[in-house]
T-cell receptor, first 112, second 116 residues
């Protein structure tokens, strides 16, 4: 699986957009970008995933660069409950029983 | 969304005893489940892949005789920490892949093990 690089920590003001970057310069053509988050002492929560097109759901938006070497997760209006560790993961196409391996992630702190 | 449930949420045991953690997929069948371990302030580390009806596949460095995994049905996988020691104290998390969905894994709430 391709390796990802994320900043170790970020702060965001409550109500503002949180933009979390992820570098995956070695991503291959059949690998998707997944984002999960882990709130303290809980299991990871799925947020969003994409291949090459930008994606949006009720939680967040995912912007993938045209060369697919990096992506940004956007939480449009961050709340205090969005404080968590956010993991960017690349893995092969959906449908396979592939495992998911976590890097260090970005610790996002949303401040009042 | 799909729900994965773990039990117990937390457990304290004496050194040398064995502890069993259950992972259930509540509203879907999971042919494959994954077990992770997470130490404080660290990321999740994959321990093993649990396959229904067959032996689990362990990651390098994970002792299969110490961490017994059983996946006897399509909705239940168990992890047994045998002869637990204080260094086994950790947060154990399971996940399951929902076949037919777009590949995301669903994670349990985690089980915190403290070995005294």
């Amino acid at each position: 699986d391709a390796k990802t690089t994320q900043p170790p920590s970020m702060d965001c003001a409550e109500g503002r957009a949180a933009n979390l970057p992820c570098n995956h310069s070695t991503i291959s053509g059949n690998e998707y970008v997944y984002w999960y988050r882990q709130i303290h002492s809980q299991g990871p929560q799925y947020i969003i995933h994409g291949l090459k097109n930008n994606e949006t759901n009720e939680m967040a938006s995912l912007i993938i660069t045209e060369d697919r070497k990096s992506s940004t997760l956007i939480l449009p209006h961050a709340t205090l409950r969005d404080t968590a560790v956010y993991y960017c993961i690349v893995r092969p196409r959906p449908g396979n029983n592939n495992d998911m391996r976590f890097g260090a992630g970005t610790r996002l702190t949303v401040k009042p | 969304g799909a729900v994965v449930s773990q039990h117990p949420s937390w457990v304290i045991c004496k050194s040398g005893t064995s502890v069993k953690i259950e992972c259930r997929s509540l509203d879907f069948q999971a042919t494959t489940m994954f077990w992770y371990r997470q130490f404080p302030k660290q990321s999740l580390m994959l321990m093993a892949t649990s396959n229904e009806g067959s032996k689990a596949t362990y990651e390098q460095g994970v002792e299969k005789d110490k961490f017994l995994i059983n996946h006897a049905s399509l909705t239940l996988s168990t992890l047994t920490v045998t002869s637990a020691h204080p260094e086994d104290s950790s947060f154990y998390i399971c996940s399951a892949h929902l076949a037919g969905r777009t590949g995301e894994l669903f994670f349990g709430e985690g089980s915190r093990l403290t070995v005294l």
